[in-house]
């Protein structure tokens, strides 16, 4: 059974930092291309970034700088470092597979204030 648990969001203040974990079972990890999303009240889920089994990264340009995803395949795991966080960066925060996708998990909320 294909199951993604988020975790690492919370409450910061405009220019903090926080950082998302993903942790994934019943797939074959190494092989998937992994990506974190985004989804602001009101708005549809957006790509942030995506990392390719051998660790090649892309990002949205609104991140662009900002954030660093990466993967540790032993223990499929996915992470995303968020810093100088924005107001804008409000969402709750998901992981899956770039397409495709597995079952959708409950998201990680990050609040950022300003």
């Known amino acids: 059974q294909v199951q993604l648990v988020e975790s690492g969001g919370g409450l910061v203040q405009a220019g903090g930092s926080l950082r998302l974990s993903c942790v994934a079972s019943?797939?074959?990890?190494?092989?998937?291309?992994m990506a974190w999303y985004r989804q602001a009240p009101g708005k549809e889920r957006e790509l942030v970034a995506s990392?390719?089994?051998?660790?090649?990264?892309s990002y949205a340009d609104s991140v662009k700088g900002r954030f660093t995803i990466s993967r540790d395949n032993a223990k499929k795991m996915v992470y995303l470092q968020m810093n100088s966080l924005k107001p804008e960066d409000t969402a709750v925060y998901y992981c899956?597979?770039?397409?495709?996708?597995?079952?959708w998990g409950q998201g990680t909320q990050v609040s950022v204030s300003s």
């Open positions: 899956n597979r770039e397409s495709a996708f597995y079952p």
């Open positions: 019943g797939i074959f990890f190494s092989v998937n291309t």
């Open positions: 990392i390719t089994g051998r660790g090649a990264t």
